[in-house]
């Protein structure tokens, strides 16, 4: 059995001398849910979201108790590249609450996804008397323009490409319940974490040190199985796969890219500019096209396209390696698995645009490397093809429905 166990800290003065900090229980009548909440409104930074994905910060508070129909957020936040960040500030004291929080974060990222861009609007002017352009464009250097936010925002929004965050005092979840919430929405893109804030009191002066602690994370949500490692008390690793979810193996935590490493990586790696272009196309068409996914890995991005019947099973059409390569393969036993008849065309028709054929001896993959600057000058044919696949899948998986 393994637990954690955190020390007092101590304060160490120049000249030597220590002062012992008092951790504070947070069931004192200074110290309460309302505190906490006022504490992240006032001073966003004290959440690590850089720690999960650099794209959720800065943090801008949108407000506080933000009205929904199956209760109100406890605290909104929204960056300037358009992401939504939702917290839940709970105490731990309370037994049924540490059963039932994780359920209830996951409501309100499933009712905010139903919002367009004029709810989200509504609920920023009625919470902080701003709309939610002017309170982003007046928090910080706008990254992007009045219209790109705001389709951005609709886009996420729709996507339910959230990151949600339950922050309390000691915190212990039981990741079964985590488990059983998480493969219940399979289609929302969020990201969940637990973060603990430890508060310390200098015996002295009776000021009060706050500290965040990362106790476990998810991945994003992409994929239609869960898998959790790790027990209740220790860090976890929550993945989402294709795989056995009763497999007895369990896989090392692995650190997953973002959007702002992979192209960070693309650079360092002498990737082209004209390259690093394309695979920012990529990732633009076809994040926002309903149709199909981006899957982030360890050293990669992944383009998937969703089945139209059931859109939990996905089908990998291209991968992006970090270093400006890219690949195809495994549809021919994709669709077998899906009972979708596949003569190859796709893998035929995208190595004749780029000068190379199948392989002889596994026809779902080109028989030579190619790069993101080879695709630069063919893109929008490569683009068309992945679009006519889908349209013949579609075809077919609404035919065999009928």
Request: charged share 25%; proline share 4%; glycine share 8%.
């Amino acid at each position: 059995m393994s637990f954690r166990c955190d020390g007092n800290p101590v304060v160490v003065k120049k000249t030597g001398a220590t002062t012992r900090l008092e951790r504070i229980i947070f069931n004192d009548r200074e110290i309460d849910e309302g505190w906490l909440q006022n504490l992240m409104h006032e001073n966003p930074g004290i959440l690590p979201v850089n720690d999960f994905d650099p794209g959720f910060g800065p943090l801008i508070p949108i407000g506080r108790e933000i009205g929904t129909d199956v209760g109100p957020i406890d605290n909104l936040f929204v960056s300037p590249t358009g992401l939504l960040t939702i917290v839940e500030a709970k105490l731990w004291r309370n037994p049924q609450a540490r059963r039932e929080v994780v359920g209830q974060v996951i409501d309100y990222a499933k009712e905010v996804s139903r919002w367009g861009y004029e709810e989200l609007d509504a609920s920023t002017r009625k919470a902080s008397g701003k709309s939610l352009w002017e309170l982003v464009s007046g928090a910080s250097a706008p990254i992007l323009d009045e219209p790109q936010f705001i389709d951005t925002v609709a886009r996420n929004l729709k996507a339910g490409r959230f990151l949600l965050l339950i922050v309390g005092d000691g915190i212990r979840e039981e990741m079964e319940r985590m488990a059983e919430y998480l493969q219940g929405t399979p289609q929302l893109r969020f990201a969940l974490a637990l973060v603990e804030l430890q508060v310390y009191r200098f015996a002295e002066e009776g000021d009060l040190l706050v500290t965040p602690v990362i106790v476990s994370r998810t991945k994003e949500i992409s994929r239609a199985i869960v898998r959790v490692t790790g027990d209740a008390t220790a860090k976890v690793d929550v993945s989402l796969d294709l795989t056995d979810v009763n497999s007895s193996v369990a896989s090392a935590p692995r650190r997953v890219m973002t959007h702002q490493t992979f192209f960070q990586e693309l650079e360092a790696k002498g990737v082209s500019a004209q390259g690093i272009r394309v695979a920012q196309r990529f990732h633009d068409d076809f994040d926002h096209d309903d149709r199909f996914q981006i899957d982030w890995n360890v050293a990669s991005f992944t383009i998937k396209m969703l089945d139209p019947v059931n859109p939990r099973t996905r089908y990998t059409i291209l991968v992006v390696n970090r270093t400006g390569t890219t690949y195809i393969g495994w549809l021919g036993l994709q669709f077998e698995n899906s009972g979708i008849a596949y003569d190859y065309e796709f893998s035929k028709a995208t190595g004749k645009l780029l000068g190379c054929n199948p392989k002889s001896d596994d026809q779902d993959t080109w028989d030579a490397t190619v790069t993101l600057e080879e695709l630069a000058g063919v893109y929008d044919a490569f683009k068309a093809c992945i679009e006519e696949l889908a349209a013949n899948v579609s075809r077919q998986r609404t035919a065999t429905e009928e």
